[in-house]
């Protein structure tokens, strides 16, 4: 496996609580991602991060910033969680610019 | 609007019974076509990456062709280790990240 981890990998909060994801990779790839996986839509990219502190949005960026002030580690932060934030994420590396992408092991998130 | 379809949603196999996984797609200039394997509770992992009608990949059982208006993934002689979710994501020119499909869960039984 490519050196991703995440952290946590399951959290139950309630809604309008803060979460913060966290994402750390050993692989000094560039780009970093966070993807939201549910039934029926697949993966959805949320946001990514071209380099220390270049961030963009995804197709699914309300409700979610995200920093990255080291090159190893991509927050996510959800504000104040919902219930339609109630996913699986996963944070994902690559080193070619939005090609061959290694994911890590995910992050269950319940928003209660 | 630019679209990823994967079919069916489920397929059950016999252990040596060959099959092919559909990918379609509608987008305005494909870049790339991309294949992932994802077993329960565990992240997407990387299979093949396909640029131009005509090209295939291959890994063990696993073989990847293209078109211009969809890829096939062909399993042939699957084992119950073959038993996973396929994912397609298509990578367009306007716009270079990765657009998924909801994936085919493949279940290989012996």
């Known amino acids: 496996d490519a050196g991703i981890t995440q952290s946590p990998r399951h959290k139950v909060t309630e809604t309008g609580t803060p979460v913060t994801l966290r994402c750390h990779q050993t692989e000094n790839h560039r780009y970093m991602y966070w993807y939201r996986q549910d039934p029926g839509h697949g993966l959805r990219l949320i946001h990514y991060s071209y380099g220390v502190k270049d961030t963009d949005k995804g197709e699914v960026s309300d409700g979610y910033s995200v920093s990255r002030s080291k090159t190893e580690d991509f927050l996510l932060t959800l504000e104040s969680a919902t219930s339609s934030q109630t996913s699986v994420y996963f944070c994902?590396?690559?080193?070619?610019?939005?090609?061959?992408?290694?994911f890590g092991p995910g992050t269950r998130l319940t928003v209660l | 609007e630019d679209q990823v379809t994967q079919s069916p949603e489920a397929l059950r196999l016999q252990e040596g019974e060959s099959s092919s996984l559909n990918c379609s797609y509608t987008?305005?200039?494909?870049?790339?076509l991309f294949w992932y394997r994802q077993d329960p509770g565990k992240g997407p992992e990387f299979l093949f990456t396909l640029y131009s009608a005509g090209e295939e990949k291959e890994k063990e059982r696993l073989k990847a062709t293209l078109t211009k208006k969809e890829s096939f993934l062909h399993i042939t002689a699957p084992k119950p280790e073959d038993s996973a979710t396929y994912l397609c994501?298509?990578?367009?020119?306007?716009?270079?990240?990765?657009?998924f499909g909801a994936g085919t869960q493949v279940v290989v039984t012996p």
């Open positions: 994902a590396i690559s080193d070619r610019g939005h090609n061959e992408q290694f």
């Open positions: 994501a298509v990578q367009l020119i306007s716009w270079g990240k990765l657009q």
């Open positions: 987008v305005s200039g494909l870049r790339g």
